[in-house]
Antibody, heavy 121, light 108 residues
Framework: EVQLLESGGGLVQPGGSLRLSCAAS????????MNWVRQAPGKGLQWVSL????????DTADSVKGRFTISRDNSKSTVYLQMNSLRADDTAIYYC??????????????WGQGTLVTVSS | SSELTQDPSVSVALGQTVRITCQGD??????ASWYQQKPGQAPVLVIY???NRPSGIPDRFSGSSSGNTASLTIAGAQAEDEADYYC???????????FGGGTKVTVL
């Protein structure tokens, strides 16, 4: 059974940092691109970042570029999101999502339950 | 970067058919995927590619695409189909991905 378990969320002050983790199980982790998608309270889904299976393709939304960095450790079946210089508008539930491997890098067939990040003083 | 536009809300009578649309330039090149999200839950993939359903998704869900518009149709809507529905696709910029704003489906 495919499982994605996010952790690392919490309350952080503006300008602070957090590192989110997403531990995967139930599939060959290195064969799938992984993504972070966020959802601000009462708002829609927003793609944040993706990393290919071997890490050679990385892309990040313009709204967080230069502040957020995605990475992965295939030996631990875990994908990370390092978030620096956090702002109030980064407050959201952060989901990790597995790419289905169709080649379009935008079909997410499994999602974690999300971890809440709150940026507030 | 591109945008995907969805109607904010739509309602459908129980057992009737509803179509949700998603418009954007990226859809001329890429297929949309569709996700269902119920309150307090993570999104669930319901349609991908030309018209494919993941295992476990009822066949009352179908997808289509023409030009810059992708559509999700629920034929014979059930009470449990009441949810927010989001489309997404690859963007024209590098490997960016874009989501639509979501459509809230109410089953009357």
């Amino acid at each position: 059974e495919v499982q994605l378990l996010e952790s690392g969320g919490g309350l952080v002050q503006p300008g602070g940092s957090l590192r989110l983790s997403c531990a995967a199980s139930g599939f060959t982790f290195s064969s799938h691109a992984m993504n972070w998608v966020r959802q601000a309270p009462g708002k829609g889904l927003q793609w944040v970042s993706l990393i290919s299976g071997n890490g050679d393709i990385i892309d990040t939304a313009d709204s967080v570029k230069g502040r957020f960095t995605i990475s992965r450790d295939n030996s631990k079946s875990t994908v990370y999101l390092q978030m620096n210089s956090l702002r109030a508008d980064d407050t959201a539930i952060y989901y990790c999502a597995r790419d289905q491997n169709r080649g379009d890098l935008s079909t997410y067939d499994y999602w974690g339950q999300g971890t809440l990040v709150t940026v507030s003083s | 970067s591109s945008e995907l536009t969805q109607d904010p809300s739509v309602s459908v009578a129980l057992g009737q058919t509803v179509r949700i649309t998603c418009q954007g330039d990226s859809l001329r090149r890429y297929y949309a995927s569709w996700y269902q999200q119920k309150p307090g839950q993570a999104p669930v993939l319901v349609i991908y590619g030309k018209n494919n359903r993941p295992s476990g998704i009822p066949d009352r869900f179908s997808g289509s695409s023409s030009g810059n518009t992708a559509s999700l149709t629920i034929a014979g809507a059930q009470a449990e189909d009441e949810a927010d529905y989001y489309c997404n696709s690859r963007d024209s910029s590098a490997y960016h991905v874009v989501f639509g704003g979501g459509t809230k489906v109410t089953v009357l």
